[in-house]
């Protein structure tokens, strides 16, 4: 039985799109959308690809083939993904290059021999390769708060595998993908449920897109797995409700970028040979779902040990260390995350409300912006405040000490860099760190946040008082 396609994704030409526009059409209503024309000037649409639109498999293997890389063989499963397995960039392309020899004289060896073809993915470029600048981050993606937090810190620190701490697989979250024609991913939703973007270097890309309101129809019976390939002959007796789903579906070619909301889960084939980039990201708007996320996967490793409960000494410890390792982050990581951006939102407010002799400051963009941002993260706390962390009291953040700290300072220069960027439209500027800590927070000063609540009121405090008093003035 085939797919029951309903629909397409919106083409867009990116020159002729703002970004409030970006925001009301797409990011807030987490719709999809292929935005073209933002690559011209990529050095990887140069470097990597000849003038007929190939890849220039050469130039990539002679410069960047000593890389280690992880590669996929989309022709074994491995629990709910490929297998993967490690290889250097430039075994990767000589066995491109042999496979590509091998289909030339023999079409149909996909079929005969699916086990071949092999998908680098998630290769960490830019960390790799911070010079080389292949490509600049489009406006409408730059509100990232996922990727700058790990520029500058962890998300999860474990004793355990503290040796594991300069890893670079889980340094950010910004890819490049390589396949021959034929390679493809399974069906999934991504990371944290984050957003992601994906930029066609070259080649052209099908997409498969499930909406979030019909997820669940794509999962057996128990919510536990989901169809893994949409393509393949599913079982109705283990995934009843599949025959119910309706799909969008998209063709992304060369240089156009397709953003994939949160949520949505989706299949993807490389219709020819393909390099592409891609980032995950979050940021005020999808800050919910991934606490949505971290909330079903908490009580998922919860269910999963209840039955040592009673013989366990720190259970919640253990149902953390569980969580923070299935699904990268728990709920300590998240509740700091959410600490320093929230803080790091506050800084800009308070210097924005300085700076500015308008007593409107706080009905410009870039206000309402952080002010949404600041709503958010409450709505988040108040959500959190019903679980185990109103009780355990382990984190303390205090507003003076984070002020002092110089890695939580240059987050903060970098996000007010992306707000100017965003908003005024003016070229990524340096911000001294000077100008933003005198912000004229003294009154704020000796707050200490250890728990949601805590960070509500907080929140509330500083939104009340920066609003009255931009009315007194
Ligand atoms: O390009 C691919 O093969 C998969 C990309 C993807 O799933 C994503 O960007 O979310």
Known sequence: MGLNIVGTVDKVNGNELSYSNFVE??????????????????????????????????FISSTFGTSKVQVADCGSREFTEQKRF???VSDFIAKWVDFSSVEHDNPSINKLNGKTLLYLKDWHF??????????????????????LYLDHYHMHEDPDTYQKRDDISCSDYRFVYMGAKGTWTPFHADVFRSYSWSANVCGKKQWYFLSPNQHHLAFDRNMKNTVYDIFEEVNETIFPNFKKTTWLECTQDENEIIFVPSGWYHQVHNLEDTISINHNWFNGYNLSWVWDLLL???????????????????????????????????????FKFMLRFSFANIVQLCHLAKKSDDVKWCSSVKAKHLIFNLESAKDIAIKMNFTCLSENHNITLDFRSVLKDPVFLK????????YDFIHDQCALMKVLVEDLVDVGICKLLDVVVCNPEDLVVFIDHVLQNLILSSHKR
């Not at 209503?29 to 690809?49: F, H, Q, S, Y």
């Not at 409960?309 to 990581?333: H, P, S, V, W």
Request: aromatic share 16%.
């Open 296 to 334: 079903k996967d908490y009580k998922e490793a919860t269910e999963y040990i209840e039955d040592i409960k009673d013989i366990c000494d720190d259970f919640e410890g253990l149902c953390q260390r569980n969580l923070a390792a299935n699904t990268g982050m728990n709920f300590y990581d998240f």
């Open 86 to 88: 490690d290889m250097s």
């Open 25 to 58: 059409k797409y990011l807030s209503k987490n719709e999809p959308v292929v935005i073209t024309g933002l690559m011209d000037d990529w050095r990887a649409c140069k470097d990597w690809v000849f003038d007929d639109g190939r890849p220039n498999l050469q």
């Open 126 to 147: 830019v960390k790799e390769y911070p010079e080389y600048k292949a490509y600049t981050t489009p406006l409408f993606f730059h509100d990232d708060w996922l990727n």
């Open 411 to 418: 987050l903060c220069c970098q996000l007010e860099r992306t």
